[in-house]
């Protein structure tokens, strides 16, 4: 059989699988038991055969000759396992095991697998970014995590449940349901599943969240009171900080609110990373700050970028143009001009792909030009392993959403000192 059946042909209809169809849980499936550990390939396994009896079909196989016996074999030999050639693979023997919700392509993950944990399920549901994260670790994220046949192949029994939720307003209903308060917001499905483990007497110890810096004060400061709220009257202690992406590592000005909750019966003493220092130590105190470490646009920009990048002279002109008449509305809005001798760029945004007039790079006697796909991955940290979606507006869109992975690097390492 494995004469007839190879790689190339199951990485194909993984990648043509649609998220609309009915059973696109399976390519998720099959890839997530072939990541998985004993412990919890039992989650994913019918899911995975069921996959790999309608991938033998389409190869032209009868209906009689595709037996369990067969797709068993299938998933036994790994026929169709990839993971081995995906530049970010699975420890050997993991410190942690954690969730990756609101995956997109992999930020969280990188940086957990950095400081030795294991992720054993992932869901994202922009089928570009399943694309891009399948790449890097030889896994597709499971679709919608609204949705009830997505939950329940979580496994119960992780140590770390993390993701970037969208920020959405809560009802007006106060704080005096619990997470019921949440409801139709993605934040009560993170709520669900922590329940749902207490429920099953296997409590998640650890909850990292990422969103926008506004988080803080939006809906004038209720939206984030009632996610504490909800934590608590879960049995979670909740510490948040925001935290800019310069202070680590990466050339960048991008502030983002990070929380962090522990069970409170686990009476952990967490403290934010608030940078790096110029010895590559953790900062714990703003007024040691200013001993970060120094970082410069240049490090991140490529050494020959192709002329495609430059703007046109009419772009260019544009630019201009709007820059003028925003600075006589008395408003700083406009393009932004970076040197490679600049210690950082502004916040890179998922709309970069349209103009790149946040963050434009100065070139000798010519037009400046945008980021290139490349340096718009270093400017997050993925570093130059990172598998690119080959779409540069893609590329560009989900650098721009995701996070940057020093910070969550850094705070996975505190999260850890905390379990070992």
């Not at 992720?119 to 670790?137: G, L, P, Q, V």
């Not at 869109?397 to 705070?411: D, L, R, T, W, Y």
Request: net charge neutral; hydrophobic share 35%.
């Amino acid at each position: 059989m494995s004469n007839v059946l190879h790689s190339d042909f199951i990485t194909e209809t993984l990648l043509k699988t649609k998220l609309v169809e009915p059973e696109s849980n399976g390519r998720a499936c099959y890839t997530h038991y072939l990541q998985s550990s004993q412990q919890h390939r039992g989650t994913f396994k019918k899911g995975a055969l069921k996959f790999v009896k309608k991938t033998l079909q389409n190869q032209n196989y009868t209906q009689t000759e595709i037996t369990n016996v067969v797709a068993e074999e299938a998933l036994q030999y790994s026929l169709f396992d990839r993971t081995s050639e995906v530049p970010f693979r699975k420890p050997l023997n993991p410190d942690f095991e954690f969730i990756d919700l609101f995956a997109g392509i992999g930020g969280f993950r990188i940086a957990g697998q950095k400081n030795n944990g294991e992720c054993i399920f992932s869901s994202e549901w922009d089928e570009a970014a399943k694309t891009t994260y399948y790449n890097n670790f030889g896994e597709f994220p499971f679709g919608d995590i609204t949705k009830e046949e997505t939950k329940r192949f979580i496994p119960f029994g992780f140590d770390v449940l993390c993701g970037g939720f969208p920020c959405q307003p809560f009802s007006q209903a106060g704080l005096k349901r619990g997470f019921e308060d949440t409801r139709g917001t993605l934040f009560f499905d993170v709520a669900d599943i922590l329940n749902r483990n207490i429920e099953n007497d296997t409590p998640v110890k650890v909850v990292f969240l990422e969103n926008v810096k506004g988080l803080k004060n939006h809906d004038k400061g209720n939206t984030l009171k009632t996610i504490i709220a909800t934590l608590k009257g879960l049995g979670y202690e909740t510490k948040y900080e925001i935290l800019n992406s310069k202070n680590f590592g990466v050339p960048q000005n991008r502030e983002r609110i990070f929380i962090v909750a522990f069970l409170i019966a686990e009476n952990k003493d967490f403290k934010f990373p608030l940078g790096i220092d110029k010895e590559n130590n953790i900062i714990y105190n703003r007024e040691d700050l200013n001993n970060v470490a120094e970082t410069y646009v240049r490090d991140i920009l490529e050494d020959n970028p192709d002329e495609k990048y430059t703007i046109s002279d009419k772009l260019y002109a544009g630019h201009i143009r709007r820059k003028k008449e925003h600075l006589e509305k008395g408003n700083g809005f406009g393009f932004s001009l970076f040197h490679p001798d600049s210690t950082n760029t502004n916040t890179i945004s998922a709309r970069y792909y349209k103009d790149g007039s946040e963050i434009l790079i100065s070139q000798a006697g010519k037009n400046p030009r945008k980021l290139t796909p490349r340096e718009a991955a270093n400017l997050q940290g993925y570093g130059e392993n990172f598998i690119i979606h080959q779409s540069n507006v893609q590329a560009y869109k989900q650098f721009g959403n995701s996070v940057s992975v020093p910070v969550i690097e850094a705070i996975f390492r505190e999260i850890k000192r905390q379990l070992l």
